[in-house]
């Protein structure tokens, strides 16, 4: 199995940037793709982004395209979510999710998920 760590959240102003990271432990990492998702209190879980096993494939949702960008470090078995030009709708609990060969928008069809970072957008 496949254990993830989200860190990285915390409060910061509109127009501002957060790095999150996702640590994870267990089975091969890079056997598996990585998926971000976030869900504010009250809200449907809503997709963020994804990228490939071999980190070939990146693919990112409309909301947060140009603004975001996701990497992954195979040696330190990390992926990270860079986030720019936050805006106060962006803040929400942020989550990663693994599954092998998955690389999908659907939370569902991912298998092992972190326990979520806090980012909080706010003047």
Same mark, same amino acid.
């Given at each position: 199995?496949?254990? !993830? $760590?989200? #860190?990285?959240?915390?409060?910061? =102003?509109?127009?501002?940037? !957060? &790095?999150?990271?996702?640590?994870?432990?267990?089975?091969?990492?890079?056997?598996? /793709?990585?998926?971000?998702?976030? =869900?504010? !209190?009250?809200?449907?879980?809503?997709?963020?982004?994804?990228?490939?096993?071999?980190?070939? *494939?990146? @693919?990112?949702?409309? #909301?947060?395209?140009?603004?975001?960008?996701?990497? &992954?470090?195979?040696? *330190?078995?990390?992926?990270? !979510?860079?986030? *720019?030009?936050? *805006?106060?709708?962006?803040? /929400?609990?942020? @989550?990663?999710? /693994?599954?092998? #060969?998955?690389?999908?928008?659907?939370?569902?069809?991912?298998?092992?998920?972190? =326990?979520?970072? =806090? $980012?909080?957008?706010?003047?």
């Amino acid at each position: 199995q496949v254990q !993830l $760590v989200e #860190s990285g959240g915390g409060l910061v =102003q509109p127009g501002g940037s !957060l &790095r999150l990271s996702c640590a994870a432990s267990g089975r091969a990492f890079g056997s598996n /793709a990585i998926a971000w998702f976030r =869900q504010d !209190l009250g809200k449907d879980r809503e997709f963020v982004g994804a990228i490939s096993d071999d980190s070939s *494939k990146i @693919f990112y949702a409309l #909301s947060v395209q140009g603004r975001f960008t996701i990497s &992954r470090d195979h040696a *330190k078995n990390t992926v990270y !979510l860079q986030m *720019k030009s936050l *805006k106060p709708e962006d803040t /929400a609990v942020y @989550f990663c999710a /693994a599954g092998k #060969s998955v690389y999908s928008e659907h939370a569902s069809l991912y298998d092992y998920w972190g =326990q979520g970072t =806090q $980012v909080t957008v706010s003047s």
